[in-house]
């Protein structure tokens, strides 16, 4: 079994794939609305709920479980689509740009490994109306319980895609008109001096290592942030939700 943990993230299941949800186990003793409210949610959609004292929820779940952990069966049918309903293969990927009716903003992430920064960067990318989040099936962060709590239920709406070869899918998605946009710190341009008004996907690199080089070669562009301080970089859900945010704001003025 696997689960689910946090307010906001079993909120999000119990909403877009309460068919996944095997059991919701809540808190003793907590009659708060958030408690109420995913309890009456989680009965109206015919899952069992029970009640378990916070020692038996602590040593379910590792992180903050703020008094709520969902029971996913760990399956091939019910995996990491489980907690986001919204699984893309390449194809489907590449249909969603097909049939899109304007600009999309693409969100490509190359060799995240960390799942909190994973579950940050989805989180931005939901709020920035990114239309898809990319990674490569391998060296990459999957979807799975500390993703979808970090992403405050983000997980399990975003599409996300797991492609196997990002090199490909690039170059599939510059044929039908995307720009990549790359960040790098050694970039001449910032992201605030480009345009980011068209069909755009923006690829992000590991910490510390950055884009690898044949997903660099492949960029339209290198952007960076502008650094002011002592330090070189930041950390990689940060840069990304300012960069995404950069493209809604150009978009709203065009």
Known sequence: MQYIYGIHAVDGLLRRNPAAVRQLALQQGRADKRIAGLEALARNQGI????????????????????AVATVAESPAAGPSAMGGNLLDEADLLRLVDDSSGPVLLLVLDGITDPHNLGACLRSAD??????????????????????????????????????????????????????????????????ESDLRGSVALVMGAEGAGLRRLTRDLCDHLVKLPMAGSVSSLNVSVATGICLFEAVRQRRQA
């Open 127 to 192: 709020a920035a109306g990114v239309q898809a989040v990319i990674v490569p099936k391998d060296k990459s962060a999957d979807l799975g319980p500390t993703v979808s709590k970090v992403a405050c239920g983000a997980a399990e709406v975003v599409p996300f895609a797991r492609v196997t070869n990002i090199a490909r899918t690039l170059e599939a998605l510059k044929a039908r008109g995307v720009w990549i946009y790359g960040t790098a710190g050694e970039a001449q341009a910032t992201v605030y």
């Open 48 to 67: 069992a709920v029970v009640r378990e004292p916070r020692k038996v929820l602590d040593e379910l779940v590792q992180g903050r479980h703020q008094g």
